[in-house]
């Protein structure tokens, strides 16, 4: 009671001072560290204990390191006030990465509070418990999930829908089909909030598994179908409660059912859709509006989607349109414009992307929206990116009858004070005319008087975006007569005369250009063009770069064009402007100039004539047609668009952002829907039809769990029958008998044999002997040169594999392995001192524990640099974080006597440009963190940090495959760690050798060195074994396999990595990552920088 | 799915941060972010989603106050951005306002309410009325009785009966001696007038606002007495579709207090009720402006705090400006604001002035946008009228049932 008193008044006199703050948390957050927080964790009051969680959440949010914590805060997890437990998840789950041996203390606690009446304290146990995010506990969490799923209240359940993407996060394989069975359960749930957010998991655990959904879409869309035109209580709003309930969860079942809609449909009319980039959109609507009516089942997915038209949420309307847009038939496409339009007003967060799609949808067909132009016009108020989007979709909706309207706008548009704009409003009209050509005239009118009016105003120093709305006035006149020269003769005339007056050498570089491209145009044109180059030629040299460029252009052009008494003056003239660019400042206009006179040789006649008379006579037009294809090539006529344009799906991020974000998928293309799932679902969809919605859960039920066990008894099947479970092994499997039932039969013969044979050899000369046409003999043979003496197939494999696959050794690749540089002192930093360090592979001769560390210094600086020496920052730290390790985790027996740091041998003296190599012994005690040290260099302390890499911490473990595969089986079940990842590096490989075609070397050859070699430059590791698919298809590197071992340095425990292939040769590869090793942090730790250093692609490891 | 979502200051300071998934976000992220806001200006606001170099960002601004979301992973944008808007509106209705000062000190019920809305990146309970269930908003009471006795929880013990209602908005047993609810039409009147005074656009985007304090489980019918006028229309998720499709009725069981029920759209209005003419002559480097506003079509109520507000072009130097009527004011930015009140009966209020152009321009070639705002109480201008409001499922028979108008100004434009 008493410490209680004293708290509360220390806490009013804090806040005497301000007294509106009483009872918030204003304190704490001003100062969370001003009285001690441990003694406070440790407390018997909640009260108290509250009040250090609070301090430390608002550690937390300041962004200080609040996980020294960790262990007291864990402590707490079983307390009994609901309050303390919510601070403490939030706490928990912020740094449970951070400190995930500690982290497992609290799993017990919830293990216990899911089993708790109160469904809160399920829900959150739950959460917490899958929101850690620890491998080892995953089969727990797995558990707890599933029996989650199955829980009486509503909202546990949603919290079990919304464990299953955490789970699925951690990448674990073996768990994925049990993952997939629960969302299934979820899906079927009768409460739309569970379905809401099971469909949420469904889209990011496994898109791909239609079969999963199709009974449930239906069942959504029978309740949505019924609750929104039959029943007409108060649980009409059931579905719709659950789209807003939780904002988005209708939103997602929307697009799954969009999803799979479209592979069960085989909707032919998603993709004339999706080509409406084409021109010729217009036809193909003709098509799909047919296949669109007869669709029954795109037709409910229709009715139940268009209410949500009406949602007061944007979201969930962008993701209804997008429904219509993708399914809906032409004249059915009409009713999303409306809503789309309305959302626009809802509030300024959304209008940007709103816009984004409408602008899209605009393109593709500019008919929806052309009625509803005045919903475009622009406020003063609109930021300048709304204001160009809105632009942009006015011009291309723009049609004949409401251009005076829009022309109108735009016109008021350039009048505006914000200048950027007014120039985007003038390329806008050049935009129209170009669309609606019949408008042509009147933009060219407004687009000539404008410029009229700015020249006369002629203060472009001053305002700087007066000369961007002249030079975008000028553009669109350009990209007008572009279209049709010929009738626009007096506009070239009226922007001649206005050069004068011009001063804008964008602006003057364009029209100048014009000049020479329309030269020969008409009948006055020819006539003005000395007069002009004349003065052209007058002015050349007080003018612009760009300016420059085009004078010597233009009057090159028209010299090539010119005929009559003419050619003479304008010979003059270009000499004398080639003249004057030969001696510009400019190396550009000089160089122009250079080639332009070597081009013209033949026509100026001046120098160059010795060349002329050595020429034979039929080289002479040479030059000349050179010279002409150069200056008076055919412009292109430009697309409307630009080139790349690339369509997404609307309302998905990378349609804003335009390139395909990380996990885009767009919508599979019709007709690569697996048979079978189409039988079922026709099945299914006839019998909804009929039943009604009770029977409808025992049907449905059954079928699930019919394909859900045919699933899982492959995925068993093959994980049983070979030792190393990773997922490819069931790939591997299918891939090659979907191989064997498409293809030729002599794949199988193949197999057999390699089945039946024993002897490597023989493998190999079957192989060779049969696979003649599959796979050139020479690719082959290098294979065989390289054959190993080191190991043969063992019987035990090859029976499990049921695949044939010869085995390589890449033989000097060790003396190519560089290890990797890292930098711990810059120039900059250091003083001109230069300091990058790499691992190497040698082990310490002083203790085990150390790992060896290559230093090289540099001098960059002019002067020499004396006494270097590094050492360690706090020699007594060692021993304490060595206690921790002891204390937290057993396996890390450290032993306290080894020093963090050998010292190593001071450089009296370095030399500019000197470098020196040093070899340092380091201590890291198991921990990922850097080490602080501190390097003198010339008297002075530079503060350093050695990041160590985990790839180090090991040691070569050479053994044969006999030997490894005897290891791998003693370390199944939680020793073993898979991840996946994606490698690139021999992308790279592949083309560079295309380039050279003296060496050809094997595709698979160049991929196993290029892996071997970034492991082995990234880790101490014993590459023991290649394997190599033989029966596979010439491309697909699929079944690769590369087995590399190793023993971790402090206490010789095996690591083994297996790394298996997926994929075709010239495509990125996946990649499986197995590790087997018994110390399960040291592994998993292992693993994800394996995982991450593979992934990540380097430019060159050579 | 969203993996972080941070609170931002309006000085750029990072208040608060939530890491919502298990891949986390540095929180350099938002130095990035602010560099970018600085750089680029206002512009940047409109921009709610930006890709940065590491990460997607959405970004939603009120009152000063960013909320900023990371992913990496492709998700629907407006998703991420309603949930923003919606973190915003709740936190807003807890705190009473929006600022920095508020949310600092209220940094626990932040934490609290972000870590009930999200879960792993995906909402999970966003309905207002359950959360103030699950977690008590602060209010003087709490306050007190935390001072005094220390005890400081806010976070209630069981789960709230609504999150398995079929109707999730409501909350489950409510009991009031009296029974009350509040119809409000708020109409916001959306005008450009062109540089040639000619009408391009006029509009009306409204709102139906119900307030209602009504014991159990209430039935309630709202109809128009003309509904054809509505353009286009949105909807609370309590309406039910079905009344609506067919006779365009309003049916639906109302959440407890104020929210909001449907807005609407009406378009191609005939004309505004006030007018505003410009008028501007330059020559010589000066630029002589006079401005007139006057009633066109009464209304039949007052209009009242008639503002009109317009930026001076930068070339602008110094403006001189008087008026017979109200008070004008030049504030920072070069922003004008002539703040007129209610039209006077015995004259039309004006004003003059003139502005002096930067030296070396002759004439004026950018012309300022006028923006005027003004409110009418008790007249929706649209014409909507409210039919009648039936009530069903009431106990006692002590109910009242109020009905309010009020129309202002949305985006009313006169360009010059």
Redesign the interface.
């Known amino acids: 009671m008493f410490p209680?008193?004293g708290?509360?008044a220390e806490?009013?006199s804090k806040?005497s001072t301000l007294v509106f703050?009483?009872?918030?948390?204003?304190h704490?957050?001003?100062d969370p560290d001003d009285v001690s927080i441990s003694p406070l964790l440790d407390s018997r009051f909640?009260?108290d204990i509250?009040?250090a969680l609070?301090r430390l959440?608002?550690l937390?949010?300041?962004?200080f390191d609040a996980s020294n914590f960790f262990p007291q805060v864990v402590k707490n997890v079983a307390s009994h006030?609901?309050?303390v437990k919510?601070?403490v998840?939030?706490y928990l789950?912020?740094y449970a990465?951070k400190r995930p041996n500690e982290a497992l203390l609290s799993i017990n606690c919830f293990q216990k509070d899911l089993g708790d009446p109160?469904?809160?304290v399920r829900?959150w146990a739950l959460?917490a418990m899958?929101?850690i995010?620890l491998h080892v506990i995953s089969p727990l969490v797995l558990v707890a999930v599933g029996k989650c799923a199955r829980d009486p209240?509503?909202?546990v359940r949603?919290?079990a829908a919304?464990?299953l993407?955490?789970l699925h996060?951690l990448r674990q394989e073996e768990h994925a089909s049990a993952i997939e069975e629960i969302v299934g359960i979820l899906l079927n749930d009768h409460?739309p909030?569970v379905v809401g957010?099971a469909a949420?998991a469904f889209a990011?655990v496994c898109p791909t598994r239609q079969g999963l959904v199709k009974e449930s879409i239906m069942f959504s869309l029978h309740c949505a179908g019924s609750f929104?035109?039959e029943k007409?209580s108060?649980?009409?709003?059931?579905s719709?409660?659950g789209?807003?309930?939780?904002?988005?969860?209708t939103?997602y079942s929307e697009?799954s059912n969009m999803v799979s809609m479209c592979y069960v449909e085989r909707p032919d009319e998603y993709l004339s859709r999706s080509s409406y980039t084409n021109r010729d959109f217009f036809e193909l609507n003709g098509a799909q509006f047919t296949s669109g009516k007869s669709n029954d089942d795109v037709k409910i997915l229709l009715r139940c989607t268009s209410?949500l038209l009406?949602?007061?949420?944007?979201?969930v309307?962008?993701?209804a349109a997008g429904v219509h847009w993708i399914m809906a038939a032409i004249e059915d496409v009409k009713r999303i414009v409306?809503?789309l339009?309305?959302?626009m007003?809802?509030?300024?967060?959304?209008?940007?992307?709103?816009l984004c799609n409408i602008q899209v949808f605009a393109k593709a067909m500019p008919s929806l929206f052309a009625p509803y132009y005045?919903d475009f016009?622009i406020?003063?108020?609109?930021?300048?990116?709304?204001k160009a989007l809105k632009l942009e979709i006015l011009s291309s909706i723009a049609t004949d009858s409401s251009f005076s309207?829009i022309f109108?706008?735009f016109?008021?548009y350039i009048?505006?004070?914000d200048?950027r704009f007014?120039a985007a409003a003038v390329a806008a009209i050049g935009l129209c005319a170009q669309r609606l050509p019949k408008m042509a005239n009147t933009c060219m009118e407004g687009l000539l008087a404008l410029i009229r009016?700015?020249f006369l105003?002629n203060?472009f120093e001053?305002?700087d975006g007066e000369a961007g709305v002249l030079v975008h006035g000028i553009m669109s006149i350009k990209s007008i007569i572009k279209e049709e020269p010929t009738s626009h003769e007096k506009v070239i005339i009226q922007l001649v005369r206005s050069l004068d007056s011009i001063k804008v050498p964008a602006a003057r570089a364009m029209i100048i250009w014009i000049v020479g491209e329309y030269g020969t145009l008409g009948e006055i044109i020819p006539r003005m063009l000395t007069t002009v180059l004349k003065y052209l030629a007058l002015c050349f040299a007080s003018e612009a770069l760009e300016t420059k460029l085009q004078i010597i252009n233009t009057t090159v052009k028209v010299l090539l064009s010119a005929k009559g008494e003419d050619v003479w003056t304008l010979k003059r003239i270009v000499s004398y402007v080639l003249e004057l660019a030969l001696c510009d400042l400019n190396y550009d206009v000089r160089d122009r100039a250079r080639l332009a006179e070597n081009l013209l040789s033949w026509n100026l006649g001046s120098r160059g004539l010795e060349e002329e008379a050595d020429c034979l006579p039929q080289h002479k037009d040479l030059p000349r047609l050179l010279a002409e294809h150069i200056f008076q090539g055919q412009t292109k006529p430009l697309s409307l668009e630009p080139i790349n344009y690339r369509v997404y799906l609307p309302?998905?991020?990378?349609q804003?952002?335009l390139?395909?974000?990380?996990?885009?998928?767009p919508l599979p293309k019709p007709c690569t829907l697996p048979c079978d799932d189409f039988g079922q679902f026709s099945n299914a969809a006839l019998r909804e039809g009929g039943s009604n919605n009770d029977s409808y859960a025992t049907d449905n039920s059954d079928t699930l769990s019919g394909s859900l066990d045919e699933e899982s008894a492959s995925d068993y099947g093959s994980r049983h029958s070979a030792a190393d479970s990773s997922g490819t092994g069931g790939s591997d499997e299918t891939s090659s008998a979907s191989d064997a039932d498409n293809k030729v039969d002599p794949l199988i013969q193949i197999s057999d044999s390699v089945d039946a044979c024993e002897n490597q050899n023989v493998i190999s000369q079957t192989d060779s002997a049969d696979l003649g046409d599959l796979m050139s003999k020479k690719t082959l043979e290098s294979w065989l040169d390289e054959q190993p003496g080191i190991s043969d197939l063992s019987l035990s494999e090859q029976s499990q594999l049921r695949r044939s696959s010869a085995r390589i050794s890449i033989g000097n690749i060790v003396s190519r392995v560089k290890p990797k540089m890292h930098t711990l002192v810059d120039p900059t930093n250091g003083d001109g001192l230069k300091v990058v360090y790499s691992f190497s592979s040698e082990t310490s001769t002083v203790s085990p524990l150390l790992i060896c560390v290559e230093l090289f210094f540099e001098n960059c600086s002019t002067q020499s640099i004396s006494e270097v020496t590094l050492v360690d920052e706090e020699p007594n730290k060692a021993s304490v974080s060595a206690d921790l390790a002891l204390d937290t985790t057993e396996s890390f027996i450290t032993k306290n006597d080894v020093p963090t740091l050998v010292p190593m041998e001071e450089i009296t003296s370095l030399e500019p440009g000197k470098t020196c190599k040093r070899i340092l012994q380091v201590h890291f005690h198991h921990h990922l963190l850097p080490l602080k040290l501190t390097l003198y260099s010339s008297g002075k302390r530079i503060p350093v940090k050695l990041w160590p890499d985990i790839g180090y911490f090991v040691k070569p473990f050479p053994m044969d495959i006999e030997f490894f595969t005897d290891t791998e089986s003693h370390l199944p079940g939680m020793f073993e760690y898979n991840r996946r990842c994606i490698f690139t590096d021999h992308i790279g490989e592949l083309t560079k050798d295309k380039g050279d075609s003296l060496i050809i070397k094997d595709k698979f050859l160049i991929i196993c060195e290029s892996l071997a070699l970034k492991m082995l430059s990234n880790a101490n590791l014993f590459l023991i074994s290649v394997d190599m698919p033989v029966a596979a298809v010439l491309d697909d590197a699929t079944g690769m396999r590369l087995r590399f071992s190793s023993e971790i340095l402090s206490n010789s425990i095996p690591c083994l990595i297996t790394i298996t292939l997926e994929g075709k040769c010239s495509e990125p590869l996946n990649l499986s990552i197995k590790v087997n090793c018994e110390e399960t942090v040291f592994g998993l730790n292992l693993l994800n920088r394996v995982a991450n250093f593979l992934a990540d692609p380097s430019v060159s490891h050579l | 799915?969203l993996q972080c979502i941070f609170l931002l200051s309006d000085s750029g300071e990072?208040?608060?941060?939530k890491?919502l998934?298990?891949?986390?976000v540095d929180?350099s992220i938002c130095d990035w972010f602010w560099n970018q806001a600085i750089t680029q200006g206002?512009?940047f606001?409109?921009?709610?989603?930006i890709?940065s170099p590491t990460h997607?960002l959405f970004?939603?601004?009120r009152e000063g106050i960013t909320f900023l979301a990371c992913?990496?992973?492709?998700?629907?944008?407006?998703?991420g951005?309603?949930?923003?808007?919606?973190v915003a509106d709740v936190l807003s209705d807890y705190l009473g306002e929006l600022n920095e000062?508020v949310i600092?000190?209220?940094?626990?019920i932040v934490?609290?309410l972000l870590?009930e809305m999200i879960?792993?990146?995906?909402?999970?309970?966003?309905?207002p009325n359950i959360l103030r269930e699950m977690i008590a908003p602060?209010n003087i009471v709490?306050?007190?009785?935390?001072?005094?006795t220390?005890?400081?929880?806010?976070?209630?013990?069981?789960?709230p009966g609504a999150?398995?209602s079929?109707?999730?908005?409501r909350t489950a047993d409510t009991k009031y001696a009296n029974n009350e609810v509040y119809v409000d039409l708020v109409e916001e009147l959306d005008a450009?007038i062109?540089?040639?005074g000619v009408m391009?656009?006029c509009e009306i985007?409204g709102e139906v606002q119900v307030n209602s304090h009504l014991t159990g489980?209430p039935?309630l019918t709202l109809s128009f007495a003309n509904p054809s006028i509505l353009?286009?229309?949105?909807?609370?998720?309590?309406?039910?579709?079905?009344?609506w499709?067919s006779h365009q009725i309003l049916s639906?069981?109302p959440p407890d207090g104020q929210f909001?029920l449907m807005?609407y759209?009406v378009k191609k209005l005939k004309s505004t009720p006030i007018y505003v003419k410009p008028q501007l002559t330059s020559d010589a480097g000066t630029c002589r402006i006079s401005m007139l506003v006057g009633i066109r079509n009464d209304p039949g109520k007052t209009i009242d705090s008639i503002t009109v507000q317009f930026?001076l072009?930068?070339?602008i130097l110094s403006a001189d400006l008087t008026s017979n009527h109200g008070t004008v004011d030049i504030l920072a930015n070069k922003i004008c604001s002539w703040s007129i009140g209610r039209i006077p009966k015995d004259k039309a209020p004006s004003l003059s002035g003139t502005l002096v152009l930067?030296t070396?321009?002759?004439?004026l070639?950018?012309?300022?946008?006028f923006?005027v705002s003004f409110k009418i109480m008790g007249v929706a201008l649209s014409g909507l009228q409210i039919d009648k409001l039936d009530l069903k499922n009431i106990p006692s028979n002590r109910l009242y049932k109020g009905f309010r108008a009020l129309t202002r100004a949305g985006?009313f434009?006169v360009?010059s």
């Open positions: 209680q008193l708290a509360t806490t009013l806040a703050r009483i009872g918030t948390d204003a704490l957050y001003d909640d009260s509250i009040d609070k959440l608002a937390t949010a300041q962004g006030s609901l309050q919510k601070l998840y939030l789950l912020h990465e109160n469904p809160l829900a959460r899958a929101g995010r209240s509503v909202y949603k919290c919304n464990a993407p955490k996060d409460s909030g957010a949420a990011s929104h035109s007409d108060s649980d009409a709003n059931f719709l409660g789209q807003t309930g939780d904002i988005d969860g939103y697009l209410p009406w949602s007061n949420n944007s979201a309307v962008l993701a409306k809503p339009l309305f959302i007003r809802s509030s300024n967060a959304s209008k940007y992307v709103v005045e016009f406020c003063t108020s609109d930021a300048y990116e709304i309207f109108k706008e016109q008021d009048r505006s004070p200048r007014a009016q700015d105003t203060d001053s305002v309302g998905s991020l990378s804003i952002v390139h395909a974000a990380p996990g885009y998928e | 799915m990072v208040m608060l941060e890491q998934t298990g891949h986390r929180r206002d512009s606001k409109a921009l709610s989603v890709a997607y970004q939603v601004v992913t990496q992973v492709e998700m629907p944008p407006l998703m951005i309603e949930l923003l808007c919606r000062d600092k000190d209220n940094f626990i934490y609290e870590d879960d792993n990146g995906f909402p999970l309970t966003t309905e602060p709490s306050k007190v009785l935390s001072v005094v220390g005890n400081n929880s806010n976070v209630i013990d069981t789960l999150t398995a079929s109707i999730p908005w450009i062109n540089r040639d391009v656009k985007c489980l039935d353009d286009d229309v949105r909807f609370h998720p309590c309406v039910r579709f079905r009344p499709e639906f069981v909001k807005s759209r930026q072009p930068p070339c930067e070396g321009l002759e004439r070639h950018v012309f300022p946008t923006q985006e434009e360009r």
